[in-house]
């Protein structure tokens, strides 16, 4: 049987990093396989639609907050379907999700005001009822975290360019241009998930070292998985 993560969190709170440090971890201390996947993503619509939806668009070419819940849920249930059901009864791998449902509740519920009991029953098809075993929520204020991204990104691109052509270089960014509230929304989100799901969800401060972040991530593994060091 294989074991299903998922990490979530806000903008530029560490995921990424943490899913390359653990899979590592995991390769080099058992047996287990590890399959990373990403929503949106993975899959040839999925990737598609990533593009579609992650990019910044004219008012007059806008998504309605509808059409983009319903083309996330798209994406997932295409991901569900094709690589997660497919790959769940495998013995000693580890599927590590850099985002998963929660993220249609904190964004689209909770950041875009969508109504919640529409998005619980959308997620309920779109994930075909496939839940996590564990989901780690790295959590941050987005005012120190939008602060973080800002250095990092202006410190990557030269100098002399204008505002218009670093968006065009830094690609694809819709939703961290959205102003600090939607990402203060998305965060009470998540905490109010975290309330209904402890049962699977750990919370860990995304603002700490990322050393201290991955040992803690391990600890919580190893007491979980069984025959990892
Ligand atoms: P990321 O993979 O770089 O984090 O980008 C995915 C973006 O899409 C991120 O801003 C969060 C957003 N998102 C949603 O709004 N709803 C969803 O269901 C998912 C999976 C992502």
Known sequence: MSYFISFEGGEGTGKSTQIKILKERICKTSNYQCLIIQEPGTTNLGDKLRVLLK???SPDHS?????ELLLFSA???EL???VIKPNLEKPNLIIIADRYVDSTTAYQGFGRKLELNQIELINKIATHMIYPDLTFLLD???EVMFQRIISKSETNLPSNLNTRMRKDIKGTRKFEEEPIEFHKRVRTGYLKILKSSSER??????NQDKGIISDLIWQKIRNNIPNLK
């Not at 998504?63 to 059409?67: A, E, F, K, P, R």
């Open 55 to 57: 990019k910044e668009t």
């Open 75 to 77: 994406a997932r249930s």
């Open 80 to 82: 569900v379907t094709k």
């Open 201 to 206: 969800m750990v919370k860990i401060n995304a």
């Open 63 to 67: 998504i309605t907050y509808l059409s």
């Open 140 to 142: 941050s204020d987005p």
